[in-house]
């Protein structure tokens, strides 16, 4: 099998370096900002207080590392052309963001993130429960009404994290719309504006004609939405996470993004 080869192994292959470097020089501009919000980004985090912190604010580190992992390989997959998970990982960026801004910004964040993970524990129970109720397996369970029995102690009945009024809460409404919201129609999910990616109009203009390549085609509001998810990011770490000594240079960076903003909303 030769792996340089588009056609043989799609997005696996080596053979991408020109498509990439075609891309970036058709998006200079989103993929500079990208790459230096990524060097603050990086820099920021290793300054990220590990002492005298509250467990909130632990846990907003962890969702800064979570958000600038996604930011990255938002970029990277956007750079080989794969467009939907580019844009399902943006999406990913931004609700990392909103949940870290939640941490930092809204009192009780935590307390409902635990109570999301014991409801999705509580699910796993049921479930295992049901399917191997008949299996005779007394050991197997124990365990799971045991487990179940914890968290119903715990949490009664645990209720999911509602992102939204989260984002409300924290003051990101316009980050869910744009970086959350907008990527699921065409990108996060399996869905007929994801599919559409992969057929073309024929000659009658019916979609029969069936793709597999790399794309470009909504490059600009990807890297839109990417961006925006890292500024926030970068915004509450200066704001929030002690790193106040970044200031004067966030500020830079926001004007710089501001313009950058306004050309990719034009272009598009």
């Given amino acids: 099998?030769?792996?340089?080869?588009?056609?043989?192994?799609?997005?696996l292959a080596d053979d991408l370096t020109q498509w990439r470097e075609n891309v970036?020089?058709?998006?200079?501009?989103?993929?500079?900002?990208?790459?230096?919000?990524?060097?603050?980004?990086?820099?920021?985090?290793?300054?990220?207080?590990?002492?005298?912190?509250?467990?909130?604010?632990?846990?907003?580190?962890?969702?800064?590392?979570?958000a600038i992992e996604s930011f990255q390989t938002?970029?990277?997959?956007?750079?080989?052309?794969a467009l939907a998970e580019a844009r399902a990982l943006a999406r990913l960026c931004a609700e990392s963001v909103i949940v870290t801004a939640g941490l930092l910004k809204v009192e009780g964040t935590l307390e409902k993130l635990h109570e999301d993970a014991a409801k999705h524990k509580l699910g796993v129970c049921n479930r295992m429960l049901a399917?191997?109720?008949?299996?005779?397996?007394?050991?197997?369970?124990?365990?799971?009404?045991?487990?179940?029995?914890?968290?119903?102690?715990?949490?009664?009945?645990?209720?999911?994290?509602?992102?939204?009024?989260?984002?409300?809460?924290?003051?990101?409404?316009?980050?869910?719309?744009?970086?959350?919201?907008?990527?699921s129609g065409n990108g996060a999910h399996a869905t007929i504006g994801a599919f559409q990616r992969h057929m073309a109009p024929g000659k009658d203009g019916h979609l029969d004609q069936y793709v597999f390549s790399p794309d470009a085609s909504d490059m600009r509001s990807t890297l839109l939405s990417?961006?925006?998810?890292?500024?926030?990011?970068?915004?509450?770490?200066?704001?929030?996470?002690?790193?106040?000594?970044?200031?004067?240079?966030s500020r830079e960076l926001l004007l710089h993004w501001t313009v950058v903003k306004h050309e990719l909303e034009a272009a598009d």
Avoid: C
């Fill in 74 to 81: 938002t970029v990277l997959l956007a750079e080989r052309g």
């Fill in 226 to 249: 990417a961006n925006a998810a890292m500024i926030h990011l970068i915004g509450l770490a200066v704001d929030f996470m002690g790193l106040n000594g970044y200031e004067a240079e």
């Fill in 131 to 183: 399917i191997n109720a008949k299996s005779g397996n007394a050991e197997l369970l124990a365990r799971f009404e045991n487990e179940k029995a914890e968290i119903v102690a715990e949490f009664g009945e645990p209720r999911p994290l509602k992102l939204w009024p989260l984002a409300q809460q924290a003051g990101l409404e316009m980050l869910y719309e744009l970086s959350y919201r907008l990527l």
């Fill in 24 to 66: 970036r020089q058709a998006f200079p501009d989103a993929f500079a900002i990208a790459h230096r919000m990524n060097n603050m980004g990086m820099r920021i985090l290793w300054e990220l207080p590990a002492e005298n912190v509250t467990e909130p604010q632990v846990w907003a580190v962890a969702g800064y590392a979570r």
């Fill in 1 to 11: 099998m030769d792996v340089t080869d588009f056609n043989a192994v799609g997005f």
